[in-house]
């Protein structure tokens, strides 16, 4: 019998832990490790890039609620791997890192892509930790992947050495099986402490439930959708959030996300954080005397925000919920206490009519909103969202903040976007992410009746061009992923409404003739209707390039039915001379809401 290589340790060990796909891009001497996991049945997804492997790696932990794994070489792939495990450590996603290195007699000799990632990565990873020998490999693995997934997500990082990923044991035999890795504990509140919030919901006069993406993570959707429908309080989903409860249930507020915010006396907050997305529960958006109840599994995320105060519960929603609904037993909040719900109604039906009327402006270009509300019609009409067969990515300030009310979601883990980081160029990963956990033969998600999911990605195009390559990918692993770049020629808006004009600003920049305001590109320009759709095109993908109603319905249809990967290359008015704002960051200045509360 062949003596099994460090390699091969490291592989049975991946499978053994029920690990069904690898992310990451290979190079000496991981690439052993990679056909060792293939051989075994793993699928080995190679990238373009390790940041958009690392973002897709741990979009899969989201997704799947089960770590995602990255597989990248050393030194300079860990500094490329290093804005997934931000990610990770942001979002609470489970990531369990795998990264080589130079053999370990020759550390501080300047060897091949030597890098002390284990020190750099201590203090950005849950654990970052090197296997002493090859007998250890399995069990400082399986640790690592536990500790990723365990309490709050985060990252694992295990340092490989060249020696230990090509060295051989001697006897088999000392190789320890860990097998499967069982579900993280979960962990419910005290009596006490649910019988002091069960008191202060019920003496609300205007209750608010906010629901995060940490709720669909946790699987919680059936505990808080019981939640809701017993007591009839109102809540708000959170852009990623979305879908726990459907979109269309009558009780949700995102219509009126101002008015609730403002008119909210007492606050359930399940699994989100007090952070810039909620406006830190601070006034003007927040009602300041209102009283926030914060549920998270992280006693950390509580002592963030003073104003969870005592009421904060330590726990995981799949218990904690059930627990509230069970104390609170047959008491539903009566609308009659307060006018509460009469103005959210109010400013529901005044903010779908302008989004209404904002979805019927004709121009070319086109407008985002017209733009967003043809591709919804047309993809509701293969797919209606009651079917839960889409998977939305979105990404880019105006393509994300302005989709993000547009296309309705109304299953948990079926929206993707730039996240608490609100990082750009996670997109074509997440899509890829999104593909492998839902689609392939061991898929590990699941939301929705549809069990195959068309991913749709819209992308901002400064945002499509951090990873613009995978596209690649995509075609490589015949992902029929559904790419729509939604261009206006900048980053936040482009400077130029016609060809000419963009060329003469091209060209004062070229002969550095724009001192003293004399005009030139912007910081935030791009190139003149770049067609990005030709990127798909070289990849044996299919191309379109769309002005005009007609052609983004026909384009939007044939993308639906390929089964290649497809990118829509929209050209939308460029916003030349709009005033260069984000909605959600303008929101944080005390006294000076008002300007972002239409986007928000």
Not at 192 to 214: H, Y
Not at 246 to 271: C, F, I, M, Q, Y
Request: glycine letters at 12%; charged letters at 20%.
């Amino acid at each position: 019998m062949a003596q099994p290589t460090g390699a091969r340790i490291i592989a049975c060990t991946l499978r053994e832990l029920g690990v069904t796909v690898l992310f990451g891009i290979v190079g000496i001497p991981v690439v052993e490790i990679a056909e060792e996991a293939i051989n075994l049945g793993v699928r080995f997804i190679g990238f373009r890039n390790e940041q958009a492997a690392s973002y897709a790696a741990s979009a899969y932990g989201y997704l799947t609620g089960r770590p995602g794994v990255c597989l990248v070489v050393g030194g300079p792939g860990v500094l490329h791997a290093l804005p997934g495990i931000g990610n990770s450590h942001a979002n609470a996603f489970p990531l369990l890192l795998l990264a080589g290195s130079s053999e370990t007699h020759l550390v501080s000799r300047g060897a091949f892509q030597e890098l002390d990632a284990v020190s750099l990565l201590t203090p950005h990873t849950k654990l970052a930790i090197r296997p002493p020998s090859l007998e250890s490999i399995p069990d400082i693995v399986t640790g690592s992947y536990r500790n990723s997934w365990y309490g709050r997500p985060g990252t694992g990082f295990v340092d490989l050495p060249a020696d230990l990923i090509q060295g051989k044991v001697g006897d088999s035999e000392e190789i320890q099986s860990m097998g499967v890795v069982p579900l993280p504990p979960r962990g419910g509140v005290d009596a006490e402490k649910v019988a002091k919030v069960v008191s202060t919901l019920k003496r609300a006069k205007a209750p608010l439930l906010v629901v995060g993406k940490g709720a669909a993570y946790a699987q919680a959707e059936t505990a808080i959708r019981q939640l809701v429908d017993r007591t009839q309080i109102p809540f708000l989903p959170t852009p990623m959030g979305k879908g726990v409860l459907p979109d269309s249930h009558p009780l949700n507020t995102a219509s009126a996300r101002s008015t609730a915010l403002k008119e909210a006396d007492v606050v359930l907050v399940l699994g989100a954080q007090l952070n810039w997305i909620l406006h830190f529960g601070d006034a003007p958006k927040w009602n300041p005397h209102a009283t926030f109840i914060q549920v998270d599994i992280s006693a950390d995320e509580l002592a963030r925000n003073p104003r969870t105060g005592s009421l904060g519960l330590v726990g995981d929603l799949a218990i904690v919920t059930p627990q509230l609904t069970t104390a609170l037993g047959t008491w539903k909040y009566n609308p009659s206490s307060s006018p509460y719900t009469s103005h959210l109604a109010a400013a529901a039906r005044k903010n779908e009519a302008t989004a209404t009327q904002r979805s019927k402006v004709l121009k070319n270009p086109m407008t985002y909103a017209r733009v967003f509300h043809i591709i919804k019609e047309t993809l509701h009409s293969f797919s209606p969202a009651s079917e839960g067969g889409i998977v939305y990515v979105s990404e880019g300030a105006n393509t994300m903040d302005i989709s993000r009310s547009i296309f309705p979601v109304e299953y948990p883990r079926l929206r993707l976007d730039a996240g608490t980081h609100a990082t750009m160029g996670v997109g074509l990963g997440y899509a890829i992410a999104a593909h492998a956990a839902y689609n392939s033969n061991s898929a590990e998600a699941c939301s929705g009746p549809a069990k195959r999911k068309k991913i749709v990605a819209l992308e901002g195009d400064s945002a499509f061009g951090f990873s613009a390559m995978e596209v690649e990918t995509m075609a490589r692993y015949n992902m029929d992923i559904l790419i729509f770049v939604i261009n206006n020629g900048g980053v936040y808006h482009g400077d130029s409404d016609n060809a000419d004009e963009w060329l003469a600003l091209q060209k004062a920049t070229a002969s550095h003739n724009t001192a003293g305001g004399k005009g030139g590109l912007r910081s935030t320009s791009l190139g003149w209707e770049v067609g990005y759709e030709k990127i798909a095109e070289m990849c044996g993908g299919l191309g379109f390039s769309v002005r005009t109603e007609e052609d983004l319905e026909n384009a939007t249809r044939e993308g639906y039915k390929s089964g290649r990967v497809t990118v829509v290359n929209v050209i939308v008015e460029a916003g030349k001379g709009a005033k260069l704002e984000f909605g959600w960051q303008a929101s944080g200045k005390k006294g000076k809401g008002k300007g972002a509360a239409a986007k928000l």
